[in-house]
């Protein structure tokens, strides 16, 4: 479970970016959050993964405290926590293999290199199960710059399999990619989530999309919490005034 208490973060202007988040996140949930630019979804999501402090409040993962933790402590805390951005984060030199090898350097410390020649059998093993899941097993040798945007998502997808978290936090997982290829990464994002039981925190931009893929909607205006809801029936309309004048969000993808 994921609770957050009184979450508020200011920055040194003292102008708030997040005005007191009281928010709880079941296992197993797949939440999207909604808001205009700059409503504070990305640093919601950075302050959960511990990639960015927070003023005042807290936020437990499992009863322990991220906001709090010490260093050894966030480490722990974040092997739960798997990742997916906007941008790939690659490494474009390195095979599809290698890049997703590096998923487990976080449970194998001891695992100095990502050149496959000297991983673990069953690090190697885990590796293709990762890219089958993904459908990239065939591209395995392949350099990662060589692959279209979509297929570089699913390898960064695989590599947070390789993780193993509980909890995957996707930022604008597809906001770069052509419709088609949003609508597969997300396919798999919520499929992997499913089966693997993983809590799923996601910020969108096409409402088409979240409607279709939210079991639940949490939305920011100006730094406040001011939805959330279970699924319904609800439209992309229903959204509409959480974005102001910026409508251009609300396009449909075709």
């Known amino acids: ?32 959050l909604l808001g205009h630019n700059g409503s504070g979804k990305s640093t919601l999501l950075r302050m959960i993964g511990g990639l960015e402090t927070i003023t ?6 499992d009863g322990q405290s991220v906001s709090l933790a010490k260093q050894k402590e966030m480490r722990k805390l974040r092997e739960k926590m798997g990742h997916v951005f906007q941008k790939f984060n690659l490494i474009p030199t390195l095979s599809v293999f290698q890049n997703v090898l590096f998923g ?9 290199t990502a050149l ?19 459908g990239l097993a065939d591209l395995a040798v392949r350099r990662a710059d060589q692959l279209s ?4 998502q699913r390898v960064a997808i695989a590599r947070m399999l390789m993780q193993e978290p509980s909890v995957i936090l996707a930022d604008e997982p597809i906001a770069s990619l052509d419709p088609k290829a949003g609508i597969e990464v997300m396919d798999l994002l919520v499929g992997v989530a499913m089966e693997n039981k ?24 100006n730094g406040e919490l ?9 439209t992309v309309d ?8 910026q409508k251009e969000l609300l396009q449909n993808v075709t």
């Open 116 to 134: 496959h020649p000297f991983a673990k059998k069953e690090l190697r093993e885990k590796t293709m199960v990762c890219l089958e899941r993904v």
């Open 104 to 112: 487990a350097l976080g449970r194998n410390p001891l695992v100095v």
């Open 198 to 221: 993983m809590t799923l925190i996601c910020t969108l931009h096409q409402l088409d999309l979240a409607v279709s893929y939210g079991s639940r909607f949490v939305g920011l205006k």
């Open 56 to 61: 005042s409040g807290e936020i437990l993962l």
């Open 226 to 234: 001011v939805l959330d809801e279970q699924k319904a029936k609800h």
């Open 238 to 245: 229903s959204f509409a005034w959480l974005y102001g004048k």
């Open 149 to 152: 945007g979509g297929q570089q």
């Open 1 to 32: 479970m994921l609770l957050l208490n009184q979450v508020t973060k200011k920055f040194q202007d003292e102008m708030k970016a997040l005005d007191s988040i009281d928010l709880t996140i079941e296992k197993g949930e797949q939440v999207i």
